[in-house]
């Protein structure tokens, strides 16, 4: 591993470069002219040239690229499933396809806004960011969480933003290429790994093929984009909240436009250098699944897991899903490598997984053989936007390293990534470099909220994170998973993101939800 120390930045408001984040209000960007037209005011032939031809040159430009047109929100019904239509308002934000491009083609963006019932007037708007990389935040708001989108509402303005390339904001064609693996056979490491890039490149081949511009993809445009969106509301500040891949996004935000953050929220936090998880983790997970295990009649989860990946290293293993109406299926130990880490990060795979395993030490590989279907069909698929967000934020040298020392380690290898990082190498999409992955120390509060059953960005993530925010806070939230319960498991959760984004005191806390119930019997399913 190299010793070669990774420079740190910084985005202090204190920072003379703070200043430079606004073009507008008492943060207003000084234009390049002005020093002219204050020499101009000396009657001087050379200095009314001077300012004059700056007016030509410089004034249109400064105007057209630092300015986005103002926003004009329309009425919007916004139809929840379950929750009632809500009365919100949209508009749609044209920003840079490539920011570095402002006179290039733009994509347009959609944000709907969900209008303040109550607060005092003065907290910053909020704009929410959606997981994935590739979920919608408007999407987001519709379902079961919507609950805690209306609480945070009392408070301030939530704009829930599609980012570029999701949803409604202009996301491009799917793949006609996707890779079937063969029911009948064991997914092979080496095998697969060959098939997913074979059609990880058909994939960007057909989307150049018609127009799409996969550099416009990465997490440091999406961060530029906030800012345009900030600015074209007239904003002296937002704040942000984002869950998963959002967090990952909100921190490239405080890094790249600090000053213009009030707070930020983040939920099942993924660092800059998180993209590739460390394997260990899900080996950590399992153990603590394991206690949890035990109430239920599960006294050997891990050595459940031991088990069953031995007898598959021998021998494949058959069974029929019940989750894909009987489907035939035969695994390997690969296979199930893949099904037990992914199981571990969602409740409901959780809950499932104990008795999967017990099932396949009988001999009967249906309920992990249907987990290991699942994981075949999505491995299989790729989309513009996801993929090249992936590989666009990379990771370092060092956390690549680490990462492949704990796969030697793990009980299920690298199984925790794949097909990544590899299948990033040589695909010629854009990576955004050590900048964009190295430590980050900010003064921005920021309220660090993790599950500690997190499969996918577990509280060690945060705990990382937490030392360079000098006003960060923690919100443990004991026994949830990267699922809903991270939000509506315990009233207090939701009452904290409110209180933090309204500037109320929020101390670190630790709360409660509900642990897992688990499946004890085929019949429960």
């Given at each position: 591993?190299?010793?070669?120390?990774?420079?740190?930045?910084?985005?202090d408001?204190?920072?003379?470069?703070?200043?430079?984040?606004d073009?507008t209000?008492?943060?207003?960007?000084p234009?390049?002219?002005?020093?002219?037209r204050?020499?101009?005011?000396?009657n001087?032939?050379l200095?009314?040239l001077?300012?004059?031809?700056?007016?030509?040159?410089?004034?249109?430009?400064?105007l057209?690229?630092d300015?986005?047109?103002?926003?004009v929100?329309?009425?919007?019904?916004m139809?929840?499933?379950g929750h009632g239509?809500?009365?919100a308002?949209e508009a749609?934000?044209?920003?840079p396809?490539?920011?570095s491009?402002?006179?290039?083609?733009?994509?347009?963006l959609?944000?709907?806004?969900l209008p303040?019932?109550g607060?005092d007037?003065?907290?910053?708007?909020?704009?929410?960011?959606?997981?994935g990389?590739?979920?919608?935040?408007?999407?987001?708001?519709?379902?079961p969480?919507?609950?805690?989108?209306d609480?945070?509402r009392r408070?301030?303005?939530?704009?829930l933003l599609?980012?570029?390339?999701t949803?409604?904001s202009?996301?491009?064609?799917e793949c006609?290429?996707?890779?079937?693996?063969?029911d009948?056979q064991?997914?092979?490491r080496?095998?697969?790994?060959?098939a997913?890039?074979?059609?990880?490149?058909?994939?960007i081949?057909?989307?150049?093929?018609?127009g799409?511009d996969?550099?416009?993809y990465?997490?440091?445009e999406?961060a530029?984009d906030i800012?345009?969106?900030?600015?074209?509301m007239?904003?002296?500040?937002?704040?942000?909240?984002?869950?998963s891949?959002?967090?990952?996004?909100?921190?490239a935000?405080?890094?790249?436009?600090?000053?213009s953050?009030?707070?930020?929220?983040?939920?099942?936090?993924?660092?800059?250098?998180?993209?590739?998880?460390?394997?260990l983790?899900?080996?950590a997970?399992l153990?603590?699944?394991?206690?949890v295990a035990?109430?239920?009649g599960f006294?050997?989860?891990?050595?459940?897991?031991?088990?069953?990946?031995?007898a598959?290293?021998?021998?494949?293993?058959?069974?029929s899903?019940p989750?894909?109406?009987?489907?035939?299926?035969?695994?390997?130990e690969?296979?199930a490598q893949?099904?037990i880490v992914i199981?571990?990060?969602?409740?409901?795979?959780q809950?499932?997984?104990?008795l999967a395993?017990r099932?396949?030490e009988g001999?009967?590989?249906?309920?992990l053989g249907?987990?290991?279907?699942m994981?075949?069909?999505e491995l299989?698929?790729f989309?513009?936007?996801?993929l090249?967000?992936?590989v666009?934020?990379g990771?370092?040298p060092?956390?690549?390293?680490?990462?492949?020392?704990q796969?030697?380690?793990s009980?299920f290898g690298d199984a925790?990534?794949?097909?990544?990082?590899?299948?990033?190498?040589?695909?010629g999409?854009?990576?955004?470099?050590?900048?964009?992955r190295?430590?980050?120390?900010?003064?921005?509060?920021v309220l660090?909220?993790?599950?500690?059953?997190?499969?996918?960005?577990p509280?060690?993530n945060?705990?990382?994170?937490?030392?360079g925010?000098?006003?960060g806070?923690?919100?443990?939230?004991?026994?949830a998973?990267?699922?809903n319960?991270?939000?509506?498991?315990?009233?207090g959760?939701?009452?904290?993101?409110?209180?933090?984004?309204?500037?109320r005191?929020?101390?670190d806390?630790?709360l409660?939800?509900?642990?897992?119930?688990?499946i004890?019997?085929?019949?429960?399913?």
């Open positions: 591993m190299s010793s070669k120390p990774v420079p740190v930045f910084s985005n408001r204190s920072s003379p470069d703070s200043l430079l984040a073009s209000g008492p943060y207003r960007v234009h390049p002219c002005d020093n002219t204050a020499r101009s005011s000396r001087s032939k200095t009314r001077l300012a004059a031809a700056c007016l030509l040159a410089c004034a249109a430009p400064v057209a690229r300015m986005p047109a103002p926003l929100f329309s009425p919007y019904a139809e929840t499933k239509t809500i009365a308002e749609f934000l044209e920003v396809r490539r920011h491009e402002p006179d290039g083609p733009r994509i347009r959609r944000v709907v806004r303040a019932t607060g007037g003065r907290t910053a708007p909020v704009v929410y960011l959606a997981g990389p590739g979920g919608s935040g408007f999407g987001t708001a519709l379902g969480r919507w609950p805690v989108f609480r945070v408070e301030t303005d939530v704009l599609d980012q570029r390339g949803d409604f202009e996301m491009p064609p006609s290429q996707a890779h079937r693996f063969d009948a064991p997914l092979q080496e095998a697969a790994l060959a997913l890039r074979k059609t990880a490149v058909d994939c081949a057909e989307w150049r093929k018609v799409v996969l550099a416009a990465t997490t440091a999406s530029d800012e345009d969106l900030r600015r074209a007239g904003l002296p500040r937002v704040s942000l909240w984002g869950m891949y959002g967090t990952h996004l909100a921190l935000t405080v890094r790249r436009h600090g000053s953050l009030e707070r930020v929220v983040l939920m099942g936090t993924e660092g800059p250098d998180d993209t590739i998880k460390l394997p983790a899900a080996d997970l153990a603590d699944l394991a206690i035990r109430k239920d006294d050997d989860l891990q050595g459940s897991a031991r088990r069953v990946l031995e598959l290293r021998h021998q494949p293993g058959q069974g899903s989750m894909h109406d009987g489907r035939q299926v035969t695994i390997g690969y296979d893949l099904a199981a571990l990060g969602r409740r409901a795979f809950r499932m997984l104990p395993l099932e396949a001999g009967d590989y249906g309920l249907g987990i290991a279907l994981v075949r069909e299989g698929r989309r513009a936007m996801p090249a967000m992936d666009a934020s990771q370092s060092q956390r690549r390293a680490l990462a492949e020392a796969a030697r380690e009980l925790l990534n794949f097909p990544f990082p590899e299948l990033a190498d040589g695909l999409l854009v990576d955004l470099g050590e900048a964009f190295g430590p980050l120390r900010s003064d921005v509060p660090f909220i993790s599950g500690t059953l997190d499969g996918r960005t509280a060690a945060a705990q990382a994170m937490l030392p925010f000098s006003k806070r923690q919100l443990l939230v004991r026994g998973s990267h699922d319960e991270l939000w509506l498991g315990n009233a959760i939701a009452g904290s993101i409110a209180d933090f984004l309204a500037g005191p929020v101390k806390e630790t409660d939800v509900a642990l897992p119930v688990f004890t019997s085929k019949t429960d399913l």
